[in-house]
């Protein structure tokens, strides 16, 4: 695979060329690894894999999710999707290399901020693909699991550019949408929208187990408002305890937050406080219709072309920008300049967020340019 | 509509004739009284019915939910899907009929103890359709609706067995699998596996919200999972003030419970107690899977046949004595014996279902006989 300074050698004035594909390597083949094999697989990669677990390995294998088990020296890009407390130190083996240059290395962990400080490598980018499943195994995998889901990358300021830039471009073949976020703002996100969900979803369900030992009746009232509510609650348990470990400073605040607001709801019913109750149901109401469905992709994109120094921290600076802001960049691509140290950040984002996204960085001193792309 | 004592004059040995069809009235032409308004003259029935607001009776009417705009004097039986707040007023009006004998009565309001006091009457049987639908209003009401739905009725120690038995024979023809409670036992339920799940629907997306106020992209983040456990909280708020109202002590106990819970599990999150952690999460990812989908009719059923005195309290005894062992009856009628006061109560369970509820009745002192159904 060539690296987009070989293919671009002045300024580029068009849209990021895309990508050949190459060769991956996926290190846990379960869910997750065994979907971004065969999605890779299914654009042309060729792709090896491994797991701790020689019998799931064969069996990714014989289902179509790797082309051969085994580890690939030549990989350009490995995707770590073993357990948590195992994707470090794989990070860090692979990265060492037969000869000190391993491939670009990202993982698929739920909790960034331990990872990527523990790897703290320029060519490691830390990801988590938002492709939700109550689905265990390596059964339930699925090349296009990833179709319209948010995939998030933590680069830092010591990400190497090209690195996060081929991430980014096989993320989004996949049909992933990336959002950039920092590690631990990432970390803050998630406790609030999937790890404290998760801890209420098995509470809600074990206060009705516990009630329908009393009540047999009490299952048979649980409609499909419970039902949803407590979906999440069915998945595989392993993984949580590692989960609530690394993340347990941002579990702790979200439930707190939580917990301080249910006392709010309890003393308003307590208190018959109908205007009250009616205020925080009515907002409720009102944020949930306004939820973005899985997000399609615009029909016009608009590319903003940043000028930068070619030195640590602008990448990151830049993406998680656009990240904090909810705008989804669909293609990045660095292009270094042939006469000195600067460059140039192609970023393509829909039209609509061209200009919001250039005010924001002109903000930061960059000097930008928006032009459409047909 | 004839009533099961004419349909049966001495002690019956088949299984309870089916209802011919009658007159129906529906007050509250919403979702709810639209989808029976459809359902009943579906299979057969007339079906009259008038809304507070005209406009929307009318509108029942061009979509085929009633026969006719108005009350009818003739009817068998009243459904009323008003609000809450006002069924208690338009049950008694209607049980006070042109000539002191009104039609059958029955409601549909989510708190059950409060009107079935309010209003006080035996041919008033308190009902609870749990088809839950986040859909407002009558252009989503659906004659499926209440297909494979668990609908509570909470016959008291003063109801009427025939109003009951009909009651139960309409219900069931919807295709709905009725559960007696008593009122409370309902009420105290439903705060568990409905009330207190909403208002957390509400919180977890309104802290989601406030969230997303600082990073917009929180929301991206929010996957399958959270979109599950918040789509209750889309609904209409309107009918939340009044349930709350109607069931503070409840929801408030309900409520109680959850602070608990999730303060343990915070402090298990906080301390790292991984043991802990799990354990929880293994009993809810159990109890999740186990719980039990849409009921289905089984293939087998029985009959049990329960001699009793023609007194009050038998049919709230034993209707209620299934529900709390989670038994469905699928048809009920009783058999009044054309010698004295004493009768036959039919009901119509699984055959798996059938010694279980024989045993608990014989329990209670009542002598009981099983049949298989062909």
């Not at 690939?72 to 195992?86: C, E, L, N």
Request: some cysteine.
């Amino acid at each position: 695979m060539t690296s987009p300074a070989e293919q671009t050698s002045g300024i580029p004035t068009g849209r990021p060329a895309g990508r050949a594909p190459g060769r991956a390597l996926v290190v846990g083949t379960g869910l997750i690894g065994g979907s971004i094999g065969m999605a890779l697989r299914a654009r042309g990669w060729h792709v090896s894999g491994t797991d701790a677990d020689p019998d799931r390995a064969n069996a990714a294998l014989a289902m179509g999710a790797l082309d051969v088990v085994g580890s690939d020296p030549r990989a350009d890009v490995a995707f770590i999707a073993t357990p948590v407390g195992a994707a470090a130190d794989v990070a860090r083996t692979l990265l060492a290399g037969p000869h000190g240059t391993g491939p670009v290395v990202t993982d698929v962990s739920g909790v960034k901020a331990p990872v990527v400080t523990a790897v703290g490598h320029p060519r490691f980018i830390g990801g988590h693909p938002m492709a939700g499943s109550e689905q265990m195994g390596l059964s339930g995998a699925d090349p296009d699991l990833f179709m319209g889901a948010t995939w998030v990358l933590t680069p830092t300021a010591a990400t190497d550019l090209d690195a996060y830039s081929l991430v980014q471009s096989v993320v989004t073949s996949l049909g992933a949408d990336v959002v950039a976020l920092a590690p631990a703002d990432h970390d803050r996100l998630v406790a609030v929208v999937s790890h404290v969900p998760h801890l209420v979803a098995a509470t809600l369900m074990n206060a009705a187990a516990d009630g329908a030992e009393q009540d047999a009746a009490l299952l048979r009232l649980a409609a499909g408002g419970f039902r949803d509510m407590t979906r999440v609650a069915a998945g595989h348990p392993g993984i949580w305890p590692d989960v609530c470990a690394d993340n347990s400073r941002a579990i702790v605040a979200a439930l707190d937050r939580l917990l301080g607001d249910l006392t709010t709801i309890r003393d308003q019913v307590a208190e018959t406080d109908r205007a009250g109750l009616l205020e925080v149901l009515d907002r409720a109401s009102a944020a949930r219709r306004n939820l973005p469905a899985r997000a399609t992709r615009p029909e016009n994109l608009a590319m903003v072309r940043v000028p930068v120094p070619d030195r640590e921290g602008v990448l990151a600076e830049i993406t998680t920008l656009a990240g904090d802001l909810g705008i989804n960049i669909y293609d990045i691509e660095i292009a270094h300049s042939a006469e000195g140290p600067r460059g140039v950040l192609l970023l393509v984002v829909a039209s609509t967020d061209a200009a919001p996204l250039a005010e924001a960085v002109g903000a930061r001193g960059y000097r930008c340019t928006v032009s459409e792309l047909a």
